[in-house]
């Protein structure tokens, strides 16, 4: 098992400093597949890639950039990811918890997660969001597992608020301004690269999942150890295996985000000004 130690976040944070000098982020933020246009609207960016961050991982997921980019959105100071890390790219729980902990080092003070995930709520329809309320992870893994670091967090920790309901109550506000239809529902957490199952998928349903996705989860969880507010969403890309016959494709997911970019763009800048 691969764990780092706390000097290496350090160091990796460290390096992110010296290129942003005096900018100081308050918000963290990680764009997931076909999500990646809204990286546009920040102003003033600095961008660092991953490759050049010491002890840091690379993005190989279609739709990920591979880097950093600082600068301003809403008025917040914003240290967006342009491409996130995923278990079936290879990498071990334990690593998933280097970016948040990196933002945590660099000043963050809240986080915004996003996803493409598959619809399993029958209510649900390609283009909608989904602001996260809980997760399901079955999955007995988990980024905190091994030594624990308590420059981070505790050994033990709560997570029933991990999905903070203040900023949740902000999301919800702000949709209201939105010509997007939006949610509030449970997400389940499948490690892919496969996409699920029909009986995984009707299971998923029976214990109360609304949308399925392979990502997100082991950020929330790293940030509720280190004390970091959480606030997520999906965008549901697809409805989920066997609701429809039609074959679940990676093109799919990077189609629908690119279709629903402009509005989902503007409602995240309205959001970002509120919080």
């Known amino acids: ?118 619809g399993i709520n029958l209510d649900y329809h390609v283009g909608d969001i989904m602001i996260i309320s809980d997760h399901i992870k079955l999955i007995g893994d988990s980024t905190l597992i091994g030594p624990n670091i308590p420059e981070f967090g505790p050994r033990f920790f709560d997570v029933q608020n991990m999905y903070d309901k203040n900023l949740r109550k902000i999301a919800r506000e702000c949709a209201k301004e939105s010509e997007l239809t939006f949610h509030e529902g449970v997400y389940i957490f499948f490690a892919g690269p496969q996409y699920e199952t029909p ?10 999942a609304d949308a399925s996705g392979m990502s997100t989860v082991t950020e929330a969880l790293t940030a509720a150890h280190c004390g970091l507010p959480v606030l997520a969403f999906s965008l549901i890309s697809n409805m989920a295996a066997g609701v429809t016959d039609q074959p679940l494709s990676e093109q799919e997911v990077l189609d629908v985000g690119e279709q629903v970019g402009p509005k989902l763009e503007e409602y995240f800048v309205k959001l970002l000004e509120k919080l």
């Not at 597949?33 to 997921?61: C, H, M, Q, W």
């Not at 009986?199 to 109360?208: H, L, N, T, V, Y």
């Open 199 to 208: 009986a995984e998928i009707r299971a998923s349903r029976m214990m109360g």
């Open 1 to 118: 098992m691969t764990s780092y130690t706390y000097e290496q976040y350090v160091k990796a944070a460290d390096y992110i400093k010296g290129k942003i000098k005096d900018f100081k982020p308050e918000i963290g933020m990680i764009l997931g597949s076909g999500l990646g246009y809204f990286a546009e609207r920040i102003e003033d960016r600095i961008e660092i890639p991953y490759r050049d961050i010491p002890n840091f991982l690379t993005s190989t997921a279609p739709g990920h950039a591979g880097k950093f980019i600082f600068g301003t959105v809403g008025g917040k100071r914003l240290m967006c990811m342009a491409g996130r890390f995923h278990r079936y790219e290879g990498y071990e729980y334990s690593q998933l918890a280097l970016p948040i902990r990196v933002m945590k080092l660099c000043g963050v003070e809240k986080v915004i997660l996003t996803n493409a995930a598959g």
